[in-house]
């Protein structure tokens, strides 16, 4: 279930959380709900591929990466922030090696 809001303007972040318990439908259904309501949260959804691992999208002039995180908490659940890694927008150029005299 995929809840999501529109804000045109917004500075829109997208923050990966992972939740040590595993939620039935029920419960994910509400937690999403309860996510939803919160000023500032444009989206969440739960992926299909790893059902502990939440997406969430946000305005962060509203609402931080962290403020997201204490909502989880908030809610009795154990949680963390994923590290992912992104590519980048622009690739370096290779580094060559000069000889110093």
């Given at each position: 279930?995929?809840?999501r809001?529109?804000?045109?303007?917004?500075?829109?972040?997208?923050?990966?959380?992972?939740v040590?318990?595993?939620?039935?439908?029920t419960?994910r259904?509400?937690?999403?709900e309860?996510?939803?309501?919160?000023?500032?949260?444009?989206?969440?959804?739960?992926?299909?591929?790893?059902?502990?691992?939440?997406s969430v999208?946000?305005?962060?002039?509203?609402?931080?990466?962290?403020?997201?995180?204490?909502?989880?908490?908030?809610?009795?659940?154990?949680a963390?922030?994923?590290?992912r890694?992104?590519?980048?927008?622009?690739?370096?150029p290779?580094v060559?090696?000069?000889?110093?005299?």
């Amino acid at each position: 279930m995929t809840v999501r809001m529109s804000l045109s303007g917004a500075n829109l972040k997208t923050s990966i959380v992972e939740v040590r318990e595993l939620l039935n439908a029920t419960e994910r259904r509400r937690l999403l709900e309860q996510l939803a309501a919160k000023r500032g949260v444009c989206g969440a959804q739960f992926s299909t591929d790893e059902p502990r691992r939440v997406s969430v999208e946000y305005d962060a002039d509203v609402v931080s990466a962290l403020g997201i995180l204490d909502f989880f908490e908030r809610s009795a659940l154990h949680a963390q922030l994923s590290v992912r890694r992104e590519r980048p927008l622009f690739a370096l150029p290779p580094v060559t090696q000069t000889a110093l005299y």
